[in-house]
């Protein structure tokens, strides 16, 4: 079926297709469904005798769903807004975008009919070389959270024990709840360092299976020194290193250590510093001891023949890669001089592409990060108890940061102080 007849098809039988923009390959939905909305409440028999809710599992039932951020088209829907009057820094996205060779891929890709390769093999070779560790240390996954769920699955049993590190990447808690897991919780310090002596003591005595550290730390951007790092890995834990901002850190990546202790994973990403969050591509060197099982467990065709393609594609560019690393790192430090004129606002340093903002007290962040949303600039508010009064902002380019800044300034002039 070619596009044409493809388009047509869609647009006269899918009731959910809808109008077909001048590009007959770009579809634009007339509404787009949030996964609540998927769901009519008022129609859903809850507990039919042996059916219905009663099947699902007791700890899932307790879930809510993840409110993750959305695309920019999306965006651009909901807001009323054009694409082009959005300013998107509310995923630590990078807004550059992939090397020009991942256009080129994509559109002459091959083999779209077939099955992708289930190893990653050609992509897993080219990082061996790169990141030095032997391709047998390395799986590759739809995106690094995909691996977070691999370790859950293959490592946990319910009622098994993880160390999380709060606050932080809010995935480790949401898939040890999917396994039944337990998250024993030592929330970081006032200035978001870890709590080594508190790790280490819970670490000594619930014996859990896992600790996870993010490094950087997603969502103040700090650090944990080869000190306290070697400090966990002589403990009898997993420990999971979550290293998807390390690019944007100026520090070496830890994931050869991988060679030499048993009880590290490191897990980095081709979503920040490579530009390909949304093609989904993440990996991990984990322990020989290990990884057999995350074979096992992983499903076979996992990274798409698009997604291995692009990842090789921006691999064979790293003069692009690090000229857009190096201009985040760059604007990271001019967007943080700005904030810091902000008066209702402090920056916390950071070693990534975004950077935590404490709002004065008496302001309300969530507020602020509403307004600005109605102004177009999508920045990140945590409903959590121990963030409620921070927000987070991605790097975006020069333009992103100018815009942003402009309407921080408009916002404090109507404060009522002025
Ligand atoms: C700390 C951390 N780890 C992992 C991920 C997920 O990365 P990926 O896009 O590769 O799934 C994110 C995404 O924001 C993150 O902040």
Redesign the pocket.
Same mark, same amino acid.
């Given at each position: 079926m070619d596009a044409i007849v493809a388009a047509r098809f869609l647009h006269t039988f899918s009731p959910t297709i809808r109008t077909r923009t001048r590009d007959l390959n770009v579809f634009r939905m007339s509404s787009v469904p949030t996964p609540a909305e998927h769901v009519d409440e008022d129609n859903v028999i809850r507990n039919s005798p042996g059916g219905g809710e009663s099947l699902v599992r007791s700890n899932i039932r307790n879930m809510s769903i993840f409110k993750a951020t959305q695309p920019i088209e999306v965006l651009s829907r909901r807001l009323g807004k054009k694409v082009s009057d959005i300013v998107k820094l509310d /995923? #630590?996205e990078n807004p550059y975008g992939p090397p020009p060779e991942v256009a080129v891929v994509l559109g002459t890709l091959q083999f779209a009919n077939i099955y992708p390769d289930p190893d990653s093999g050609y992509l897993r070779a080219a990082l061996a070389e790169i990141l030095g560790v032997g391709s047998e240390y390395l799986v590759v996954g739809s995106? /690094?959270?995909?691996l977070?769920r691999l370790i859950m699955s293959v490592m946990l049993d319910p009622g098994d024990k993880i160390v999380d590190c709060p606050p932080t990447?809010p995935?480790y808690e949401i898939e040890a709840a999917l396994v039944g897991a337990t998250v024993i919780k030592v929330p970081r310090m006032v200035d978001f360092s870890l709590n080594m002596p508190q790790v280490i003591e819970v670490t000594k005595k619930e014996r859990p299976k896992c600790v996870f550290i *993010?490094c950087p730390n #997603?969502p103040d951007g700090s650090m944990i020194s080869d000190e306290d790092l070697s400090k966990l890995l002589n403990l009898p834990v997993m420990v999971v290193l979550?290293e998807?901002?390390i690019a944007f850190s100026g520090f070496k990546s830890r994931i050869s250590w991988v060679k030499r202790y048993d009880n590290l994973i490191v897990?980095q *990403?081709?979503?920040?510093s490579c530009g390909l /969050?949304g093609l989904?591509?993440?990996y991990g060197a984990f322990p020989l001891s290990i990884v057999r099982y995350i074979w096992c467990a992983k499903l076979p065709y996992n990274v798409s023949v698009a997604a291995q393609a692009a990842a090789l594609a921006t691999l064979q560019n790293p003069i692009y890669v690090e000229d857009m690393r190096r201009s985040i790192v760059q604007e990271r430090e001019r967007m943080f001089g700005l904030l810091n004129e902000i008066p209702f606002l402090k920056p916390f340093p950071s070693y990534t592409n975004f950077i935590l903002c404490e709002v004065s007290p008496g302001l309300e962040a969530k507020k602020l990060q509403e307004e600005l949303e109605k102004m177009g600039v999508m920045i990140r508010h945590f409903n959590l108890s121990d963030l409620r009064g921070y927000l987070r902002i991605t790097v975006g380019k020069p333009r992103d940061t100018n815009i942003l800044l402009d309407c921080l300034r408009i916002l404090h002039k109507g404060f009522p102080q002025n």
């Amino acid at each position: 079926m070619d596009a044409i007849v493809a388009a047509r098809f869609l647009h006269t039988f899918s009731p959910t297709i809808r109008t077909r923009t001048r590009d007959l390959n770009v579809f634009r939905m007339s509404s787009v469904p949030t996964p609540a909305e998927h769901v009519d409440e008022d129609n859903v028999i809850r507990n039919s005798p042996g059916g219905g809710e009663s099947l699902v599992r007791s700890n899932i039932r307790n879930m809510s769903i993840f409110k993750a951020t959305q695309p920019i088209e999306v965006l651009s829907r909901r807001l009323g807004k054009k694409v082009s009057d959005i300013v998107k820094l509310d /995923a #630590n996205e990078n807004p550059y975008g992939p090397p020009p060779e991942v256009a080129v891929v994509l559109g002459t890709l091959q083999f779209a009919n077939i099955y992708p390769d289930p190893d990653s093999g050609y992509l897993r070779a080219a990082l061996a070389e790169i990141l030095g560790v032997g391709s047998e240390y390395l799986v590759v996954g739809s995106g /690094a959270d995909e691996l977070i769920r691999l370790i859950m699955s293959v490592m946990l049993d319910p009622g098994d024990k993880i160390v999380d590190c709060p606050p932080t990447f809010p995935r480790y808690e949401i898939e040890a709840a999917l396994v039944g897991a337990t998250v024993i919780k030592v929330p970081r310090m006032v200035d978001f360092s870890l709590n080594m002596p508190q790790v280490i003591e819970v670490t000594k005595k619930e014996r859990p299976k896992c600790v996870f550290i *993010t490094c950087p730390n #997603n969502p103040d951007g700090s650090m944990i020194s080869d000190e306290d790092l070697s400090k966990l890995l002589n403990l009898p834990v997993m420990v999971v290193l979550d290293e998807a901002y390390i690019a944007f850190s100026g520090f070496k990546s830890r994931i050869s250590w991988v060679k030499r202790y048993d009880n590290l994973i490191v897990l980095q *990403t081709f979503s920040k510093s490579c530009g390909l /969050a949304g093609l989904r591509v993440g990996y991990g060197a984990f322990p020989l001891s290990i990884v057999r099982y995350i074979w096992c467990a992983k499903l076979p065709y996992n990274v798409s023949v698009a997604a291995q393609a692009a990842a090789l594609a921006t691999l064979q560019n790293p003069i692009y890669v690090e000229d857009m690393r190096r201009s985040i790192v760059q604007e990271r430090e001019r967007m943080f001089g700005l904030l810091n004129e902000i008066p209702f606002l402090k920056p916390f340093p950071s070693y990534t592409n975004f950077i935590l903002c404490e709002v004065s007290p008496g302001l309300e962040a969530k507020k602020l990060q509403e307004e600005l949303e109605k102004m177009g600039v999508m920045i990140r508010h945590f409903n959590l108890s121990d963030l409620r009064g921070y927000l987070r902002i991605t790097v975006g380019k020069p333009r992103d940061t100018n815009i942003l800044l402009d309407c921080l300034r408009i916002l404090h002039k109507g404060f009522p102080q002025n």
